[in-house]
């Protein structure tokens, strides 16, 4: 299996502040990785695709990068409805592996 | 607009089997290119990923849980389900299903259902 490893596992931030969340996979992927945001009681929502694709109806402060095994996701100006968990996920190779999470809370 | 509903016992025994179903609207099964999938959330943990069946009929599973899991599709009913046998506690989680793009979109899951709690105990 594809090992994923997200970091921080939290993290707290401010409206408007920059935000970056790593992702690190345990063999490369190409740009097979996908992230996703999830709030408390809720299923996740596609954010980026393919490391660096927009998901249609996604805000544009959303960005993706990264290849082969090292990838980020950046917040480029934290608004109050982002305080969320995010995940990372390879579709490389199933099974189909997600990264941890990391919680973003209001500093 | 695509949605996905889950449906099924939110209480199963332990050594029966979990049953649950994902009923599509707004697109059909069928649709060539897409990925069926189920994914489960143990209570404030991580995502993980139980298995998808492509409309073809082909099927993948985590071999974590391989031996125990059926995925099927009711092209009749536009719906899709998911079997997990002999169930313990440890399967007592939050089950979603969603549609895995193709593989030029890299088979992101753009749509999902809410979720449904499913607890194993006697």
């Known amino acids: 299996d594809i090992q994923m490893t997200q970091s921080p596992s939290s993290l707290s931030a401010s409206v408007g502040d920059r935000v970056t969340i790593s992702c690190r996979t345990s063999?490369?992927?190409?740009?097979?990785l996908n992230w996703y945001q999830q709030k408390p009681g809720k299923a996740p929502n596609l954010l980026i695709y393919?490391?660096?694709s927009l998901q249609s109806g996604v805000p544009a402060r959303f960005s993706g990068s990264g290849s082969g095994t090292d990838f980020t996701l950046t917040i480029s100006s934290l608004q109050p409805e982002d305080f969320a968990t995010y995940y990372c996920?390879?579709?490389?190779?199933?099974?189909?592996?997600f990264g941890g999470g990391t919680k973003v809370e209001i500093k | 607009q695509v949605q996905l509903q889950e449906s099924g016992p939110g209480l199963v025994k332990p050594s029966q089997t979990l049953s649950l179903t994902c009923t599509v609207s707004?697109?059909?099964?069928?649709?060539?290119?897409?990925?069926w999938s189920w994914i489960r959330q143990h209570p404030g943990k991580g995502l993980e990923w139980i298995g998808y069946?492509?409309?073809?009929?082909?099927?993948r599973y985590n071999p974590s849980l391989r031996s125990r899991v059926t995925i099927s599709l009711d092209t009749s009913k536009n719906q899709f389900s998911l079997k997990l046998s002999s169930v313990t506690a440890a399967d007592t989680a939050v089950y979603f299903c969603?549609?895995?793009?193709?593989?030029?979109?890299?088979?992101?899951?753009?749509?999902w259902g809410q979720g449904t709690t499913v607890t194993v105990s006697s």
């Open positions: 969603a549609r895995a793009l193709p593989a030029m979109s890299y088979f992101g899951m753009d749509v």
């Open positions: 707004g697109d059909s099964i069928s649709s060539v290119g897409y990925y």
């Open positions: 069946m492509y409309n073809s009929g082909s099927t």
């Open positions: 063999q490369s992927i190409s740009t097979y």
């Open positions: 393919g490391a660096s």
């Open positions: 996920q390879q579709s490389y190779s199933p099974p189909l592996t």
